[in-house]
């Protein structure tokens, strides 16, 4: 490493490692598996239990899991996101890598950002998400940068086994560097261009082996699973069929979603690519080529989803780290002027921030309301008038660097408020756009009513068989995996089985022989049908409207101890 450490560096990855551990592990399986979670948590189940099943495009996931499972004697809802949530919070070391591109204290300031962001924190609490491939990916161009090729192709292979994510990563990267070379061939010296284009080295006997090793034995855990390699190359075309899939995320919650929580990533980075291209900065632009490019590919996708957003979030971190960097760099007589400065904006903005809040309780069409907003845009307006004061009685300087300050500790607290809400603990009252649709509510609710009219009619509360009749959910049967389980379109009307679980209808044949419960299922906030006073209110407080589904647990009447035939 051509660059020089400095002091308490190793201490500040520790503790950037350490917020994302928090973040990624509190709590992990506090919330129920989705169905898209379940999916691939069932087939490492059952690969754990010595079964055969037709895997997802995730093989790494799959077989890590499976063994974590099988090491524990079974599968928890924080065990299934072990793997996810490591991966994500090892992505902090990733800036380590490359700090002799973007410097050291840029590249720590980089690590505190990764393990904060609010998108990255909820990906590495969900099964099935970008991170593992982002992560890998990541780690084998930093090992490629630091010359270590036999770590970097064995990453590549990792990245490779992580899922059909991958491919929005390489394809972004790939126009990245075409960009790049186009710009490079412009310009007469050819040592510049060798500064700035990353370089490709051909294949050889170092990068070869591990590459094929790694894939080998990993995707197939050690030649015990081979249909994990062709899930490897199912993701393929996995990754095609996304582009025919229907819209399912319009393009202005993309740009919504990337204000409300990374609105620290979005100004910083915005004073940093107009500094970088009107200076020509060899760090900035291709970090802000970089990060429209993966922008665009999530807008053009027509099946975009928010975690697609994963691969601009890194180049938008990087550049934000960068322009932060620069504004700490402050001399020392003029520390208090920048430290009262930085203080009035953050003060302001707080106040905003406060007002902002309460135009949600009020009616649009009162007088609080008129108060409240005029309010709002006068705080903003003092807030401008004080930076110009400032600027015309001390320096420019002082009041850019004051200004940058204090709105990045404002809209950094928001975007860490965001990392608390997308990991959950808030609770799952409070939705995020970052979390997977159709969220499970009374998952553990069901489980244990399973669980006690098993051992009150049978005595044993794993005895009772289960029969899921008409309802297509994986996360159901993940929920009830400690019983037999069989899942079928329509009930045989020969059949009696003890437990019967159907959607809300009314069912004549069931009502006369069992008796039901209904439980509130898969709930979905109602992104698409909301107001903008819906949108200021989930803002402000994370509250939206949500439709829900509603399931009827059917328990055969003579399993009770009231019963007829019990008696």
């Known amino acids: 490493m051509n660059y020089r450490h400095f002091k308490h560096e190793g201490w500040l990855y520790a503790l950037a490692f350490l917020f994302a551990v928090i973040l990624r592990f509190v709590q992990l399986g506090a919330m129920p598996l989705t169905d898209m979670e379940a999916a691939p948590a069932l087939q490492a189940l059952q690969i754990a239990q010595g079964l055969r099943p037709t895997l997802n495009p995730h093989p790494f996931y799959i077989l890590s899991t499976a063994v974590i499972f099988f090491i524990y004697g079974g599968g928890t809802d924080f065990l299934a996101r072990f793997i996810p949530a490591l991966a994500g919070s090892l992505l902090v070391f990733v800036p380590l890598l490359f700090a002799d591109r973007i410097k050291p204290r840029a590249a720590v300031v980089l690590a505190f950002f990764l393990a904060l962001d609010p998108g990255l924190v909820a990906l590495s609490r969900q099964i099935a ?16 940068n630091q010359g270590k090729t ?4 064995s990453f590549a292979a990792l990245t490779l086994l992580s899922g059909p994510s991958l491919w929005n990563g390489v394809i972004g990267l790939a126009i990245t560097w075409s ?38 034995v990993v995707g197939s855990l050690f030649f015990i699973v081979p249909n994990g390699l062709s899930a490897a190359l199912a993701s393929i075309p996995s990754f095609f069929e996304s582009w025919l899939a229907v819209d399912v995320v319009p393009v202005i919650r993309i740009f919504f979603s990337l204000l409300v929580y990374q609105p620290l990533g979005i100004f910083l980075a915005i004073f940093a690519m107009v500094r970088g291209w009107r200076n020509g900065s060899r760090r900035i632009i291709p970090l802000s080529i970089w990060f429209f490019v993966a922008l665009l590919l999530v807008l053009i996708n027509p099946s975009r989803q928010l975690a697609d957003l994963s691969w601009a979030l890194i180049p938008l971190w990087a550049m934000s780290a960068l322009e932060i960097v620069r504004n700490l760099d402050i001399y020392a007589e003029e520390r208090a002027e920048v430290g009262g400065v930085a203080f009035l904006t953050a003060f302001i903005w707080t106040f ?11 009616p649009v069409d009162s007088r609080e309301y008129a108060m409240r907003l005029w309010l709002l845009i006068g705080s903003l307006f ?31 607290a928001l975007g860490v408020g965001g990392a608390f809400g997308t990991a959950g603990l808030r609770g799952g009252a409070f939705p995020e756009l970052w979390w997977l649709r159709q969220q499970p509510i009374h998952a553990r609710l069901l489980e244990s009513t399973v669980s006690d009219v098993s051992e009150w009619g049978i005595g044993d509360d794993h005895a009772a068989a289960v029969t899921i009749v008409g309802v297509n959910s994986p996360a159901l049967e993940w929920t009830l995996r400690e019983r037999r389980v069989s899942v079928v379109q329509s009930l045989d009307a020969a059949s009696t089985p003890e437990l019967v679980i159907t959607p809300l209808q009314e069912n004549p044949v069931l009502s006369s022989a069992y008796r039901g419960q209904d439980f509130a299922w898969r709930q979905t906030p109602l992104w698409d049908v909301t107001v ?30 009231n019963s007829t035939s019990a008696q």
């Open 382 to 412: 003092l807030l401008v008038m004080s930076l110009l004061l400032v600027a015309a009685g001390w320096s420019i300087r002082t009041a850019r660097i004051g200004g940058i300050l204090g709105m990045a500790l404002v809209l950094g």
């Open 150 to 153: 036999s770590l970097a192709a």
């Open 532 to 561: 903008p006073q819906d949108w200021i209110r989930w803002v402000a407080l994370r509250q939206m409207p949500t439709s829900g589904e509603t399931l009827i647990l059917w328990v055969r009447d003579d399993l009770f101890i």
């Open 352 to 362: 905003a921030w406060l007002d902002f809040s309460g135009l949600t309780t009020l």
């Open 179 to 216: 960009i790049l070379r186009f710009i490079n061939s412009r310009r007469a010296s050819a040592e510049e261009e060798s500064k700035t284009a990353p370089l490709i080295s051909p294949l050889s006997r170092e990068t070869l082996i591990p590459f094929v090793a790694v894939f080998l």
């Open 129 to 144: 998400s970008p991170i593992l491939a982002l992560t890998f990916l990541l780690f084998a161009l930093g090992f490629y």
